[in-house]
């Protein structure tokens, strides 16, 4: 069973940056697009990004599209996530998420198994 955990939230300035990380255990991400979900306070969750099993697809949401950048290590079995000019409205709770094996990458959709979260606090 494949299971996911989050790492590398924390606090920063508006204009900084931050690297995620999503390390895998159980199964080999070879199989699982991934995708990034982020939930604001007060807010719904909201997809942001995604990436397919195979590396060569990522898809974004348009609120984070040219700041932020989903790769994947096969060999680490690892996810990250580069957000960079950082901004307080991208203050939340982050999860990483894998769908069924070979799913297509698909930001948002349905995703089966999930990180418990790393909180990200963007503030002056």
């Known amino acids: 069973q494949l299971q996911l955990v989050e790492s590398g939230g924390g606090r920063v300035q508006p204009g900084g940056s931050l690297r995620l990380s999503c390390a895998a255990s159980?199964?080999?991400?070879?199989?699982?697009?991934v995708g990034w979900f982020r939930r604001a306070p007060g807010r719904e969750r909201e997809g942001i990004a995604c990436?397919?099993?195979?590396?060569?697809?990522?898809n974004y949401a348009d609120s984070v599209k040219g700041r932020f950048t989903i790769s994947k290590d096969n060999g680490k079995n690892t996810v990250y996530l580069e957000m960079n000019s950082l901004k307080p409205e991208d203050t939340g709770i982050y999860y990483c998420?894998?769908?069924?094996?070979?799913?297509?990458?698909?930001?948002?959709?349905?995703?089966?198994?999930w990180g418990q979260g790393t909180q990200v606090s963007v503030s002056s």
């Open positions: 998420a894998a769908p069924q094996k070979f799913r297509l990458c698909q930001v948002g959709g349905v995703y089966e198994s």
């Open positions: 159980g199964d080999t991400l070879d199989y699982y697009s």
């Open positions: 990436i397919h099993r195979s590396g060569s697809t990522t």
